[in-house]
Structures are given as structure tokens and as C-alpha cells.
């Protein structure tokens, strides 16, 4: 069967934001389901298309949920306490959000409805030198936001109809702007301040920008029956870079910019991997934004704005 209905909880956040407006632009009705945490008009330029239909909720209210759940082809639960720092903060409603609600939302849905969920890709942790995790590479999550992320892409595997990706550090501009994702802070502190400081500067990462991501969703839509049961994982090929090459290409765009390396400090952040994207390539998907580009782009949104009002206020 054809998706036509789509709801998305958390779509008015980073991801969500820019994946609603592609889906919505190609005539697909989407259904959002936010309670805008975060940034309150990440979605407004949607609110006039008849394909749209956005409430202000909270994903935990169960009437809510079990309602608009009824009657969607496809379902895409973004909504999450999102990174480790606020996961610690919060854990009881990390736990809620992150874990027991996308429970709630299986026990839920037919066998026939399906599912695509986005998981981190950081729970690959340190990987192996010179070799690349794949799919079939062990998760072992250190942080409370790793666990939760892989707990839920567990059960999540269990619904017959589903596809789960493993995300790169994803970058760019987004309606909903974050500036605590890597390539994204350097990029914003190479701005504000002309100097990047890098501690464990050898250690490894995958990126892919934001764009990419929603492409890669509407490419699983289309292809879903081939899709379906599997884990993809979400990256530029070309970007598996340290965290001192990310600095020189910021350089490359930023050309006084001056960059020490800090040896004294620890990263909290453990992951230390380079991650293999063949199996979604291998059917056909391809990324279209590269971090060159991504870091250009972000260069341009910061010297307009550095988004220094944008707090995590949960
Ligand atoms: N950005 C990344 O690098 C990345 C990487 C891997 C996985 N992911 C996953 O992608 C999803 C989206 O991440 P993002 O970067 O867009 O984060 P985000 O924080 O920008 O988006 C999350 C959205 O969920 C909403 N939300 C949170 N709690 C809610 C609740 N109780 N009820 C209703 N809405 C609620 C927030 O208002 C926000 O709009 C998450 O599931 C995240 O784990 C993101």
C-alpha cells in the first residue's frame, strides 16, 4: 500500500523541521505532534497548507497519541530528550520519552502501519583502528541517551514493518537551529571567536548534514518493501574525518582561523569510530550535500545570527 498519511511526534525540532517541509511540499498529509520545547515557529511557514495538520502536545498524553496514531500508513517518532548533557539532566523523562513512549506507540499500531526511527549512531563507542563499523557492529551506548535510543531501535526491529536508521553527528541549517552538535559549535565558535580549541584531537566521526537525512527518510519511503526490517546506517562516506581534519576543513572557509589543540582536557563524548554507509548505498541512495559545503553554508547563518538565545530550556 502506498504511504500517504505520516505522523511525526518531534517534528518541529532539528530533524523534524526540515523533513516536515520536504514531505509536506511533495503532497504527503503529515500530522506533527510537538510541543515546541524549543523553538515556536520552526514550523510556521507550513501552517497554510491543507496537507499539514500540527497539534501542541505532549507525545506522553495517550488520548492524543492513540487517536492520531489511528488510520496513518506511516509513523516517524522523532520526539526524544536529545544528546547525553540533557538526558542526565532529565533521566526520568528521558527514559518516558525516549523508551516507554515508542513502547506505547507499538503496543498501539497493526502490524500493517509502518515505522521508520532514527537512532544515534555514538553508540559504536571506540571503535577499532583502521576498520569501519557497519550495521552488524556491536552498539554498547555508554550514556543514558545512548542506552534509551538503543533500547527503543530494539523493540523497534520487533514490528515486521519498520526500517531503523543510525545517524552520523548530523550538521547544517535547520528552522530549529542546534548549535551543540559538533560540526555545528566549531563552525559557530570559529565565528564568534576566530579560534578553535580541540581537545583529543585523533578522534573519529562520521557527519552528514541535515538535508541528507531528510533525504534519505523520503528515499525509505519510497523504497520501503526493500527496506523494511533492516538497520541502514546515515552518513557521508567521504566524512569520516577526526575531529582535527573537521578543524582544517573549517579552516579552509575561515582561512586566519587558529586552532590549538588542548592537551590537557578530556572529551566526555567517548565515540572514536569511522562507520561504513555501503549498505544504503548499495541500494541506491545517494548524499547530496558535502561537509565543504555544509560548512560554508553554516559560515553564512552564523554571521547573520549566532543563536545565542537558543537554550536547551526543558
Ligand atoms: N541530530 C542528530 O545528530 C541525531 C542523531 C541521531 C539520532 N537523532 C534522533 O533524531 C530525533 C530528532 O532529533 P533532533 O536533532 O531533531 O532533536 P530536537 O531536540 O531538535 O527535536 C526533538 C523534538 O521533539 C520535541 N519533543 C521533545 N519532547 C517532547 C514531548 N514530550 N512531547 C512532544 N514533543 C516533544 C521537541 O520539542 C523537539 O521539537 C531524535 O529521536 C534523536 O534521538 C538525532
Do not use: W
Not at 504511504?3 to 509536506?24: E, F, H, M, P, R
Not at 586552532?259 to 548505498?281: G, L
Amino acid at each position: 500500500m502506498k504511504i500517504k498519511k505520516i505522523l511525526i511526534t518531534g517534528g518541529a525540532g532539528y530533524i523534524g523541521s526540515v523533513l516536515v517541509s520536504d514531505l509536506v511540499q511533495k503532497g504527503y498529509f503529515v500530522t506533527v505532534i510537538d510541543n515546541l520545547k524549543f523553538e515556536k515557529n520552526s514550523l510556521s511557514h507550513l501552517l497554510g497548507f491543507k496537507n499539514f495538520k500540527f497539534i501542541k502536545a505532549d507525545v506522553r498524553n495517550k488520548n492524543i497519541l492513540i487517536n492520531e496514531l489511528k488510520g496513518k500508513d506511516l509513523i516517524i517518532p522523532l520526539a526524544a530528550l536529545v544528546g547525553a548533557p540533557l538526558c542526565k539532566k532529565f533521566p526520568k523523562i528521558a527514559k518516558e520519552i525516549n523508551y516507554n513512549n515508542i513502547k506505547f506507540i507499538l503496543s498501539k499500531i497493526s502490524n500493517n502501519q509502518k515505522i521508520i526511527y532514527p537512532n544515534t549512531n555514538s553508540g559504536y563507542g571506540i571503535g577499532k583502528k583502521n576498520s569501519y563499523c557497519d550495521e552488524k557492529s556491536t552498539l554498547n551506548p555508554i550514556s543514558l541517551y545512548g542506552k534509551t535510543k538503543v533500547q527503543a531501535e530494539k523493540i523497534i526491529l520487533n514490528h515486521k514493518n519498520s526500517i531503523v536508521f543510525r545517524l552520523a553527528t548530523v550538521f547544517g541549517y535547520s528552522y530549529r537551529m542546534r548549535t551543540d552538535l559538533l560540526v555545528n559549535f566549531l563552525v559557530r565558535e570559529a565565528v564568534l571567536k576566530n579560534k578553535l580549541e580541540i581537545f583529543e584531537p585523533n578522534f573519529r566521526r562520521n557527519y552528514i548534514h541535515v538535508k541528507d537525512i531528510s533525504n534519505a527518510f523520503l528515499f525509505s519511503i519510497k523504497n520501503f518493501q526493500k527496506m523494511k526490517g533492516n538497520i541502514y546506517n546515515l552518513g557521508l562516506s567521504n566524512a569520516n574525518l577526526t575531529k582535527i581534519e573537521l578543524a582544517k576543513s573549517i579552516k579552509k572557509i575561515i582561512k586566519n582561523l587558529k586552532i590549538n589543540i588542548k592537551k590537557n582536557k578530556s572529551d566526555p563524548d567517548k565515540r572514536d569510530y569511522f562507520v561504513s554507509n555501503k549498505k544504503i548505498e548499495r541500494i541506491g541512495f545517494r548524499t547530496k550535500v558535502s561537509l565543504n559545503d555544509g560548512i560554508e553554508e553554516l559560515y553564512k547563518v552564523f554571521k547573520i545570527n549566532n543563536f545565542n538565545q537558543n537554550k536547551n530550556n526543558y
